[in-house]
Antibody, heavy 117, light 111 residues
Framework: EVQLVESGGGLVQPGGSLRLSCAASGFTFSTYWMHWVRQAPGKGLVWVSRINKDGSTTSYADSVKGRFTISRDNAKNTLYLQMNSLRAEDTAVYYC??????????WGQGTLVTVSS | QSALTQPASVSGSPGQSITISCTGTSSDVGGYNYVSWYQQHPGKAPKLMIYDVSSRPSGVSNRFSGSKSGNTASLTISGLQAEDEADYYCSSYTSSTTVWVFGGGTKLTVL
């Protein structure tokens, strides 16, 4: 059974940092592109970032470019999202998502990030 | 404002069929057959229902079907059931730097 389990969310002050982790199991992690997708409270889904299978290629939404960094450790089957210079508008549930090609196949349960003073 | 446009809400009675539209541009929906649809129940993670415009993952009911014409994709749910009540999101690959875009979501109410 495919499992994606996010952790690392919480309350952080504006300008602060957080690192999210996503532990993957039940599939061959190193053969999948991985993404982060977020959802602000009561709002829709927004793509945040992606990373290719070996971690050599990354992409970011304009809203997080220069502040967020996606990475992965295939030996540990884990995906990361380093979030710096956090803003109130970054408040959301962050989902770790696998991508086998043209769609988002499996989603984690999400981790809530709240940016507030 | 979301990159893809969906109706905010649709409704139907049990047994009926409904269709949810998803309108983009030639840079996303119209340019690629990489449209997918997701179902999200309150408090839960989204679930893939349709990929590559009209393909269904294993385990998804054949009451769900997808199609595309030009810059507009559609999700049709036939034989509506109470358990279908949820939010539905479309998504598409895009040639812009955003890479992947979502619609704003459609709330389906089963009357």
């Amino acid at each position: 059974e495919v499992q994606l389990v996010e952790s690392g969310g919480g309350l952080v002050q504006p300008g602060g940092s957080l690192r999210l982790s996503c532990a993957a199991s039940g599939f061959t992690f190193s053969t999948y592109w991985m993404h982060w997708v977020r959802q602000a409270p009561g709002k829709g889904l927004v793509w945040v970032s992606r990373i290719n299978k070996d971690g050599s290629t990354t992409s970011y939404a304009d809203s997080v470019k220069g502040r967020f960094t996606i990475s992965r450790d295939n030996a540990k089957n884990t995906l990361y999202l380093q979030m710096n210079s956090l803003r109130a508008e970054d408040t959301a549930v962050y989902y770790c998502v696998s991508n086998s090609g043209s769609s988002f196949d499996y989603w984690g349960q999400g981790t809530l990030v709240t940016v507030s003073s | 404002q979301s990159a893809l446009t969906q109706p905010a809400s649709v409704s139907g009675s049990p047994g009926q069929s409904i269709t949810i539209s998803c309108t983009g541009t030639s840079s996303d929906v119209g340019g690629y057959n990489y449209v997918s649809w997701y179902q999200q129940h309150p408090g839960k993670a989204p679930k893939l229902m349709i990929y590559d415009v009209s393909s269904r993952p294993s385990g998804v009911s054949n009451r769900f079907s997808g199609s595309k014409s030009g810059n507009t994709a559609s999700l049709t749910i036939s034989g509506l059931q109470a358990e279908d009540e949820a939010d539905y999101y479309c998504s598409s690959y895009t040639s812009s730097t955003t890479v992947w875009v979502f619609g704003g979501g459609t709330k389906l109410t089963v009357l």
